[in-house]
């Protein structure tokens, strides 16, 4: 599904965790300064999907459990660009995805729900380089029915003894040079 974000971000969250956020003003109590999203990531309420830009992106949002854990495709796997140190992630059964102007206990505009048990999860975020692939867009340059999509979330139940999560706001760490 394609979700846009016009304010430079987009994000996967716990609504529950947001059910305060009611308005523009209770937004920017919550998520207006970026050391605000850090709070929210280190709590595992919020993981960012930022690169930095405005626009509509494809997200494709994957839960897997211990028994079978969720993974990148064969074509997935062949055009990743870049894959997210794990984020933690506590849901309480369903999580929201769309630009950070959507965050509340709903969202508002068009985001992506998906069930997610119970509990804590590491959360990675893979940039996928879906053009690269032969055949992915029509003559305009969009994206053909069955292209890749721009991020692919991996949500998977956190391991004991799990170390240290990502929790910077910028989703992948700079190339070096």
């Not at 959360?123 to 692919?152: C, N």
């Amino acid at each position: 599904m394609t979700v846009a974000t016009d304010a430079g971000m987009l994000v996967m969250w716990d609504p529950k965790r947001f059910k305060a956020v009611i308005d523009h003003d209770t937004w920017e109590d919550e998520l207006l300064e970026d050391e605000d999203t850090v709070r929210h990531v280190q709590a595992g309420a919020l993981v960012p999907l930022n690169v930095g830009g405005d626009g509509a992106f494809g997200v494709l949002v994957r839960s897997g459990t211990a028994d079978a854990p969720a993974r990148l495709t064969d074509r997935e796997t062949a055009h990743q660009l870049v894959a997210s140190q794990p984020y933690l992630f506590v849901a309480r059964g369903r999580v929201l995805v769309g630009g950070i102007e959507d965050v509340g206990a709903d969202g508002s505009g068009d985001v992506i729900e998906c069930p997610v048990p119970e509990g804590r999860h590491a959360v990675i975020v893979h940039l996928i380089d879906w053009q690269a692939e032969p055949g992915s867009q029509d003559e305009d340059g969009r994206p053909v029915p069955g292209a890749l999509p721009d991020f692919v979330i991996l949500i998977n139940p956190a391991q004991p003894g799990q170390g240290a999560y990502r929790t910077a706001v910028q989703t992948f760490e700079a190339p070096n040079g």
